[in-house]
């Protein structure tokens, strides 16, 4: 099991809990802080002293105080961390909802797991720390399900047929927008009938709960 393990959290409940999973699993040495510059720093200090890190576990979203920070979310301390310290392994504890945000954290941060918070996330991050340690990468069914959908069935007309909609277009504008990208197809009849297929595929009753479907989801 991981012997030295720093979590970055600034809610003190969160903290807690993640702090009961550490002592399960018998993780001997653990550091807990909840500033992303703070984390930053004692990575670089640990690696220097030769005794590094070998799990770190953050959260996404951070909330401002009086004290300035240079590195204000999760994503950018995993980014740096990565770069101190590139074997340094890293699980995201998070409310983030958002498959494309949630793919995007392994295809850019190369982060090793995420875990949701919820009513069992503590068992749910037991499980993950334990499969990472055993050189797995861990990723939530729901999010290998609705990455795959997307990939399968939207495409980059698909994506600014969507994008046209939510900014409020109307169907003639938004075929006079497709015609001046060179965008196909364009006509009126076209782009009705694609709008209703891509509900059917999202499960939506109309155009805006399909908008915001797709903005939960990342995919726009």
């Not at 997307?150 to 277009?169: H, Q, R, T, V, W």
Request: glycine content about 4%; aromatic content about 6%.
């Amino acid at each position: 099991m991981f012997k030295k393990v720093l979590i970055v959290e600034d809610q003190e409940i969160m903290n807690r809990g993640i702090l009961n999973t550490i002592k399960e699993l018998n993780i001997p040495d653990f550091d807990y802080v909840t500033y992303c510059d703070e984390a930053l720093s004692r990575i670089r200090t640990a690696l220097e002293k030769k005794n590094p890190y070998d799990l770190l576990i953050a959260d996404l979203s951070f909330d401002k105080d009086h004290i300035p920070q240079k590195l204000r979310s999760g994503q950018e301390l995993i980014l740096e961390a990565k770069k101190v310290q590139p074997a340094l392994k890293v699980v995201v504890f998070s409310v983030e909802k958002k498959a494309k945000t949630i793919d995007d954290l392994y295809k850019i941060y190369q982060i090793d797991g995420f875990v949701s918070k919820a009513r069992r996330d503590g068992q749910d991050l037991k499980s993950t720390i334990r499969k990472i340690f055993n050189g797995e990468t861990v990723i939530p069914q729901e999010i290998l399900n609705t990455m795959r959908h997307i990939s399968s069935e939207f495409d980059a007309y698909d994506i600014k047929l969507l994008e046209l909609l939510a900014k409020g277009y109307k169907q003639s504008e938004i075929s006079t927008s497709l015609k001046q990208h060179r965008m196909i197809p364009y006509g009126i009849r076209s782009i009705e009938r694609r709008l209703s297929e891509l509900r059917d595929s999202l499960g939506a009753k109309n155009n805006i709960e399909m908008i915001v479907i797709c903005k939960d989801i990342g995919l726009i």
